[in-house]
Nanobody, 130 residues
Framework: QVQLVESGGGSVQAGGSLRLSCVAT????????MGWFRQAPGKERQGVAG????????VYADSVKGRFTISHDNGKKTVYLEMNSLKPEDSAMYSC???????????????????????WGQGTQVTVSS
């Protein structure tokens, strides 16, 4: 059973930066495909960024390209979301997600959708003020 715990959310002014972290436990030494999602009140969940199990492939929503960077530290079993040039519209609950430990190849385009993911964290709130 994989468990995900996010941290790093908070309140910042527009133009500021935050780094979110998501620690995965229960997956042994297997690397997982992972993604970051966000959901603002009254809006649908949106895929923000995804990363392949090897870390060799990343994908971003158009709204965050050039501002957000997803990465992972295999040794720490942690995936990060570096968020720069934050805008008020980035305000949302951010959650990380992970696939199971036995999956086939997943195309990058699919990593922004919820379907590949089996495990979800509780989320961390990001609030950006203007």
């Amino acid at each position: 059973q994989v468990q995900l715990v996010e941290s790093g959310g908070g309140s910042v002014q527009a133009g500021g930066s935050l780094r979110l972290s998501c620690v995965a436990t229960g997956n042994g030494n297997r690397q997982l495909y992972m993604g970051w999602f966000r959901q603002a009140p009254g809006k649908e969940r949106q895929g923000v960024a995804g990363i392949s199990d090897s870390g060799g492939r990343t994908v971003y929503a158009d709204s965050v390209k050039g501002r957000f960077t997803i990465s992972h530290d295999n040794g720490k079993k942690t995936v990060y979301l570096e968020m720069n040039s934050l805008k008020p519209e980035d305000s949302a609950m951010y959650s990380c997600a992970a696939t199971g430990t036995v999956v086939g190849w997943i195309p990058s385009s699919a990593l922004l959708g919820g379907r590949p993911y089996q495990y979800w964290g509780q989320g961390t709130q990001v609030t950006v003020s203007s």
